[in-house]
């Protein structure tokens, strides 16, 4: 080959990675978004079935939006200008679906379907010329293919988190389309992978909004107290736009503080404001205060809670105080309702029934849950485990797979930063011990520990069993500052309930112990002796039996059992008892507590009385 097409190779394959650059390239998320100008993009879009993507390949399988014309494919939403024009879909004649809410629920023949849905929106807008806008996405499940009036904004991939586009220069007066292909299909180097115990439900779950910001604005900031230290709050406020270098004010007017700070010329400043007599956030005092970051171009608001959390030994001390955290994990999804919690309302109500539990503590299974469920959390007094999907059978030595996980990890620890009731991320959940899968796992962790060090790193450890010893000694567990494992005694192995207290544990970590599982399946209504598998009696049974094998743990600080309600599952089949449902919630898809809720409840409620703050 000469030099000349040498250099043509070369120019080609230098055009290609801009274009692959540009179409992943997203701007940061916003912090805060809810609290910025929106225009909101919920309600009803119409939407297209496209199981062999017939909207995005040509018929010799080449995409449209990367032909020579771009045109063709169905985010171009093309009116039939003649009758003897060929145009094979048409989005006004198509049905709608609700945004946010994933086709799973809602379309019954989609109950199943994993594939490509087309979705279109049109909405009016009179741009103006001293804002910068932003179309964001708080989650789409699974890849987005993101187009506004034609032409394409970019990809973004993972289920949970949020993505936006600039689309600033793109908006035209009057009316936009924006064209949006969801792609749920499971993949095996995908995060999560093909293999979960929960439905795959696709779609736009999240809110969409249009996000109005002025040309220079407060993109993102941390307003936290410092690692330990209850008397000073540190972080960082960050301007994105023109005019990068301004004057900040952070005010809290309850706390008795108003500061100001200079970004310097790449928008950033630090802030360290020592504190004294404000009221830290807990569980039993939810504490939130009004914080006001203030630029010379932009203004915004949050409600932010203070508290300190760390582990000394053995123990979790929150605000100084050792706490035992009264937990129950949770699925994003409403069993009243079946699909993904829509609404602040959804997510209020899981959290009052996990109240109504005694819980002080929720572990947000398995994946980022919704932002607002922070915030109420936040509000309710509870603490967070926040999770990203490293679930089960991971490509682990997949580059791809990595990145692809550590930026779901860093987009939540991001987005959830502000977040008093977050107390944990959670790194993954069983993952089966392996030399890659070790260095994947190890590198996430000490990802946690670059991005916020404020709070605790965790993952559901790896456990076997040796005769009648529960052995938990996962070597991951030395990353992590919490020993958390999944345990189903009584259910998966060890016979009857009331077998389990023949085995005992060997723990291999000195660190605080919170168990993450445990737990029975129980159709709501079934009565049958404590020994008949998926009655009521014997969930009850199971966790009468739990409650004490979990008490001979050296060093227990709290536990999440699975789980507050039952939720649709595609591995569970029985016809009587399951139905594609997992039926170890303490609570039915009918909203009937079961007998083990009340168990737990009495736990909890004895506990709150030795542990009175
Ligand atoms: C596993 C897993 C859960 C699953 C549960 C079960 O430990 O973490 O996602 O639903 O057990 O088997 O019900």
Redesign the pocket.
Known sequence: MNHKSLSFYLSLILLFQCIYAGVFAQSASIQNVQGRSNLSLNGRWNYIVDPYENGYYDYRHTPYDQSASGKGGFYDDKKQENKSELIEYNFDLSPTLKVPGDWNSQVANLELYEGTVWYRRKFEIAPKADKKYFLYFAAVNYEAHVYLNGKKLGIHKGGFTPFQFDVTSKLKQGENVVVVKVDNTRKQDEIPTVN???WNYGGITRDVFLTELPAAHIADYKVQLAKGNANKIEGFVQVSGSQLTQNITVFIPEAGIKTSVTTDVSGKAVIDIPVKNISYWSPENPKLYKVQLTSETDTLNDLIGFRTIETKGQDILVNGKSVFLRGISLHDENPLLPGRLRSTGDMRMMLQWAKELGCNYVRL??YPHNEEMMRLADEMGLFVWAEVPV?WTISWENKDTYTNASKQLTDLIERDKNRASVIVWSIG??TPLSEPRLNFMSNLAATVKATDNTRLVSA?LEVHRKGYEVVVDDVLGEKLDLVSF?E?AGW?WGGLPKEMLKYHFNIKYNKPVVIT?F?ADALGGFHADEETKFSEEYQESLYKYQIQFLQTIKGLRGMTP??LADFR?PRRQHPVYQNFW?R?GLISETGKKKKAFYTLQQFYNNMQQQYKP
Do not use: C, F, M, P
């Open positions: 979960t115990d929960w299974a398995h679930y959940n069983e559901a999944n189903y998966y599982e737990g699975w789980i599952s997992n170890k």
